[in-house]
């Protein structure tokens, strides 16, 4: 694999807070200590809801439609960033490519994961089942893995056109793996409980 091409300076410029489209802004960011316990807390209570909160059997369509879509929209812009990055990893798009790809993929990544989550409750998924909880336990790592990819994002971004340092680099695989395979798991857990 050839020299990877990082940005200069004035390309990096482009994504930085102050030139920046407004959307691609950073925003003022909740601390990590309390998203943490927040994500933490609202899977554990969708946990415990869901088996009590089976859908009217007229809803429970529109449920799992939600459930499809919402699967979609989340899976189909993780898929795209991974494939972002894997074409920077091989030197065919620059850093800057990148993190603006990330930016924008941010937001229908957690739409859908949203999505899943509270539609999910609605189809009364049964925790005593050891898939299904195989399949919660992959959503709340794909959703405290979204954390850490936002923090390696805002990493790279900050490098201002320098060359990611190794660690921050692995890191960054690391991420990209975790979120491949929860998501994933999920995918096929899923697929495995509508064959019962």
Same mark, same amino acid.
């Given at each position: %694999? ?7 300076? &004035?390309?990096?410029?482009? @994504? ?5 489209? &407004? ?8 601390? =990590?200590? $309390? ?10 209570? /969708? /946990?415990?809801? +869901? ?23 989340? %899976?189909?812009?993780?898929? =795209?960033?991974?494939?972002? +990055? ?17 930016? $924008? ?14 539609? +999910? ?29 936002? #923090?390696?994002?805002? &990493? ?5 056109? =320098? ?7 692995? @890191?960054? $695989?690391?991420?990209?793996? $975790? ?5 994933? #798991?999920? #995918?096929?857990? +899923? ?6």
């Amino acid at each position: %694999m050839g020299a990877l091409p990082y940005p200069s300076r &004035r390309e990096v410029g482009l @994504t930085t807070v102050s030139s920046a489209p &407004r959307h691609l802004r950073h925003r003022r960011r909740v601390p =990590s200590y $309390v998203l943490v316990p927040a994500l933490v807390a609202g899977w554990a209570a /969708m /946990m415990l809801a +869901g088996p009590h909160m089976p859908a009217p059997a007229d809803i429970r369509p529109f449920a799992l439609f939600v459930h499809l879509a919402a699967l979609v929209l989340g %899976m189909g812009a993780v898929l =795209s960033l991974d494939w972002f +990055g894997l074409m920077w990893l091989l030197g065919r798009q620059d850093l800057v490519s990148l993190v603006r790809a990330a930016q $924008v993929a941010h937001t229908p990544i957690w739409i859908g994961l949203a999505g899943l989550s509270l539609s +999910g409750v609605l189809l009364a998924p049964d925790t005593s089942a050891p898939l299904t909880l195989v399949k919660l336990v992959a959503v709340l790592v794909v959703a405290l893995n979204g954390l850490a990819a936002a #923090t390696v994002q805002r &990493r790279m971004l900050a490098l201002h056109g =320098s060359g990611p340092p190794r660690r921050l680099l692995l @890191t960054a $695989v690391l991420v990209a793996t $975790v979120s491949q395979a929860g998501w994933w #798991t999920a #995918t096929v857990v +899923g697929f495995l409980n509508a064959q019962q």
